[in-house]
Every structure is written in structure tokens, then in C-alpha cells.
């Protein structure tokens, strides 16, 4: 995993992780992008080898650690939706940029459901909407993240 | 290198492994709640991580204290001044009433109150999960919190400590949906449990008689009934109570005194002695002599 300049992947998901916990004012809160699953989405498209499945279930893991749910529930979600990038990430690849973002957007909504869904059956907690709010700055956000991130990639030649 | 042919487990097989993971530390860390213990070290492993991610807040507010005006610091100053006066002279009514109370305590032979124990801490981070209401203080084992230990700030309850780390610790708030706080109406003494709504701004209060005497605008105090939180700081002040006596109960919701959406500075209480949980077991019998006398209030 470290061959390579792989720290440097460890190095932008913890970056991640920390803007996922940044202290923000609550009216900006609900809006906070995922910011792990879209450095993780990044990661399994342009290196499925290296990052994977279990990259992303460590990740949720440690989310939940750190948002203080049930263990287990961000990280089910995350692999649920890095699952369906690993399996299609020839095809989404060759997508302009905007269809990707549209596909993120849909798969960040497939995880904000399912974290919604195992909190239901664990905890009543009701429905709002505002708990979707986070997959429009998600799908605003990934061209943002993809160049960077890309640039990040061929800067430090991570293979 | 970029194999053409993949090597190890196909995708489907870790997805099934990984499921199969969560499923049990789902059940185990909330059905058997077995990870109690564990949770404390996870906390103490991110922690580091909390510090950083609030260092830019930090940074602003250090910027922001440091760049007042003279102005502004004299003007605070005089009104910390004049607040002063004010508590002084309340403070020594007090120590009266405190000393009467005592005395009357003992005629009525009822136990004597114990001095409860302050501790202030800082929080260091804002959870952003919307399904629970949670922050995390920079107090931990090390400076002897321990679970459940109820949580204020300048104004009233703001939760208790949920799970504790060794440098930092996880509170739940009063409005997490999962807590509630046994209270009493301060005006007549009206028993009532204020459980949390999910909402910031909303205490839920269920089966309430119709018979019952509460109007808008009751405080509500602890009880101290449950043994968590001491008796008498205020929780919540009460935001709306229908009349309408078609219903089996009244329906009745209230607003937290405490400020939820703005907390910086809180304060612990501690009643009995603290008990590290990283610390061997054999500490058990002290906490258990300490909270003899608590018992006897609650009968």
C-alpha cells in the first residue's frame, strides 16, 4: 500500500476525515459534502488496486469512531457505494466530468440512505430532508476534488 | 505496474466479508453493547485527529481575542466588574441560606448534601452526524471524568459524558433523541421526564395527565431522581402546552434554557469519586461507599 507514494493516499484521506469533523456553524453543518467518500470515490476509480473495498470499510470505521454512532453503520455504507464504483470504474471513467458528478451524486444519496436506514432500525429517528442537503455540495464539489486530485496523482506519480 | 489480470479476492467476496463485519459489530457494539471498554481506547486513538481538525477554529478565535480594541476590553471589563459586585453579594447570601438549610437538614434528620465538584472544559469538536446530538470536550480519563458524569453550561444542563478517552471525551446532549432527563416544574414541584426530540431547539414531554398544572413559560428543574444529574439546575423552559382535552394526554414541548447550538466553555460536575475506566478494576469499592449517601437522598 506504501510502495509508490501511497502514503500520500493514506495522507489525503486523513485530510478528508479531519474536514468531516471540522467544527462549522450549524447552518453550514448540514451542507458539509462527504468529504471521505469522494476522496475514497477518487482513489477506487483511478486506482482500483490499490484502494479498495477494505480501504473503504477502515475509513466508515473510523467515522463512526469519530461521528460516535453505532460502530459498523458508516462503515456498511461506505463499502456499499465504493462497491459499485470498484465494479463499473472502466465504464465511469470514460464519462465527462459532469456524468460522473451525477453518479457520485447518486451514489453519495445511496449512502446517506443506507446510513438513514440502519439508524431507523437501530434508533427511531425520522426522516428530513435536510439529511439529502449533503449530496448536492457532494456532486458540486467533484470536479473540484477529481482535478485536484489527479493533479495530486501525476505530481507525486502514484501508480 | 498495472496488472491486466486482477489478483486476490474478487470484489463480491470482500463486499460479503466486509457486510458480514459491520453486521456484527452492529449487533455486538449495540444489542450486547460489549465495546464500552473499547470505545474509550478508539476515542483516545482519534483524538489526536479531533485536536487537529480544530486547530483552524482555534486559530480564528485566538486571532479574534487578540485583535480587540482597548475600547472594547474596558468596556467588557467594566461590565465583568459590575458582575462581579453582583455575584459577590449573592454569593454571601448564600453561604447564609446554605449554612439555614444545613441547619434545618439536621433538625428534620435528613441527610446533609454533598459538595459537588466542578471541573470546567472546552469543546474541541462539533459532531456533524444529524442523527445524533453529540460534541466532544478536551477532558478525558486523565483528568478523572468518568461515564455519565452530568454536563452544564453558564445556563443550565446540557447533557452527561457518554464515552470517555483518555485526553478528550464524547458528550450526549439533552436533545439527542436517545436521552432524557427527569425534571419537576420549579413553580409546584410537578414531576415530568424531558426526553430530547433530535430537534436543537425541542424537548419532547410524554404522558402528562390533563389533570396536570403546567403552563408556557414553567421552568423546569433537575430532580434528581435517577441519580444522574444533581438536584435543582435548570434543564428547559416550557414552549408550548396545548389544552385540548379530546386527547389522553396533554401535549407538551419545551425549549432548553441552555444555549445548544453555541456551547464553548461547559462545566462537569462530579458527585462521587472519579473512576478511571483504564485504571485496574480493583478502584470498585471506593465510587460505591460515595454514592451511599446520594441513595438515601433520593428515598
Known amino acids: 500500500m506504501f510502495a509508490n507514494n501511497g502514503i500520500i493516499i493514506l495522507f489525503t484521506l486523513l485530510i478528508a476525515l ?19 467518500l469522494i476522496v475514497l470515490m477518487y482513489w477506487c476509480m483511478a486506482l482500483p488496486g490499490r484502494v479498495n473495498i477494505i480501504t ?15 460502530l459498523g453503520v458508516h462503515a456498511a455504507a461506505m463499502a456499499m457505494s465504493i462497491y459499485i464504483i470498484v465494479e463499473n470504474h472502466q465504464k465511469i471513467r470514460n464519462f465527462s466530468i459532469w456524468q460522473q458528478a451525477l453518479i457520485i451524486g ?16 437501530l434508533i427511531d429517528v425520522v426522516f428530513l430532508t435536510s439529511y439529502l442537503y449533503p449530496v448536492i455540495t457532494t456532486i458540486v464539489l467533484w470536479p473540484w476534488v477529481f482535478y485536484l486530485l489527479r493533479k495530486v496523482r501525476r505530481n507525486f506519480s502514484i501508480k | 505496474m498495472n496488472p491486466i489480470f486482477k489478483h486476490g479476492p474478487s470484489p463480491q467476496h470482500r463486499l460479503v466479508l466486509v457486510l458480514f463485519c459491520s ?76 449554612q439555614e438549610n444545613d441547619r434545618l437538614r439536621s433538625l428534620l434528620a435528613s441527610p446533609l448534601r454533598s459538595e459537588i465538584k466542578k471541573m470546567v472544559a472546552e469543546v474541541i469538536s462539533v459532531d456533524s452526524d444529524p442523527y445524533s446530538h453529540q460534541i466532544v470536550i478536551n477532558r478525558g480519563a486523565g483528568d478523572g471524568v468518568y461515564e455519565g458524569q452530568p454536563v452544564l453550561d453558564a445556563l443550565g444542563i446540557v447533557g452527561q459524558i457518554l464515552h470517555v478517552g483518555q485526553t478528550s471525551s464524547r458528550v450526549i446532549l439533552i436533545t439527542d433523541i436517545s436521552h ?39 421552568l423546569l428543574v433537575t430532580s434528581g431522581l435517577g441519580g444522574k444529574y444533581p438536584e435543582g439546575y435548570p434543564v428547559a423552559r416550557v414552549s408550548f402546552a396545548s389544552n385540548d382535552e379530546s386527547r389522553e ?51
Open chain 1, 18 to 36: 479531519m474536514a468531516s469533523i471540522m467544527p462549522m456553524p450549524l447552518n453550514a453543518d448540514v451542507f458539509r459534502p462527504d468529504w471521505v
Open chain 1, 56 to 70: 473503504a470499510w477502515v475509513m466508515g470505521f473510523l467515522l463512526d469512531v469519530l461521528l460516535g454512532s453505532v
Open chain 1, 106 to 121: 447518486v451514489l453519495a444519496a445511496l449512502y446517506h440512505l443506507v446510513v438513514f436506514w440502519l439508524q431507523r432500525f
Open chain 2, 23 to 98: 453486521a456484527l459489530l452492529i449487533f455486538f457494539d449495540h444489542k450486547m453493547a460489549s465495546f464500552e471498554s473499547v470505545r474509550g481506547y478508539l476515542q483516545s486513538l482519534v483524538s489526536p485527529l479531533q485536536y487537529l481538525a480544530n486547530t483552524p477554529k482555534q486559530l480564528m478565535t485566538w486571532a479574534s481575542t487578540n485583535l480587540t480594541t482597548r475600547r472594547q476590553l474596558m468596556s467588557e471589563n467594566q461590565k465583568y466588574r459590575l458582575n462581579e459586585l453582583n455575584f459577590h453579594e449573592e454569593a454571601m447570601q448564600l453561604v447564609m441560606l446554605k
Open chain 2, 180 to 218: 432524557a432527563v427527569p425534571v419537576r416544574v420549579q413553580r409546584n414541584g410537578l414531576r415530568l421526564l424531558a426526553a430530547g426530540s433530535g430537534q436543537i431547539d425541542r424537548l419532547i414531554h410524554n404522558f402528562v395527565p390533563q389533570s396536570a398544572d403546567i403552563i408556557t413559560g414553567d
Open chain 2, 249 to 299: 394526554f396533554v401535549r407538551v414541548f419545551s425549549t432548553p434554557v441552555a444555549q445548544i447550538d453555541r456551547l464553548r466553555y461547559l462545566l462537569l460536575l462530579s458527585e462521587k469519586e472519579p473512576q478511571n475506566i483504564f485504571a485496574p478494576k480493583i478502584q470498585e469499592k471506593g465510587p460505591l461507599t460515595a454514592i451511599k449517601p446520594q441513595e438515601k437522598v433520593t428515598n
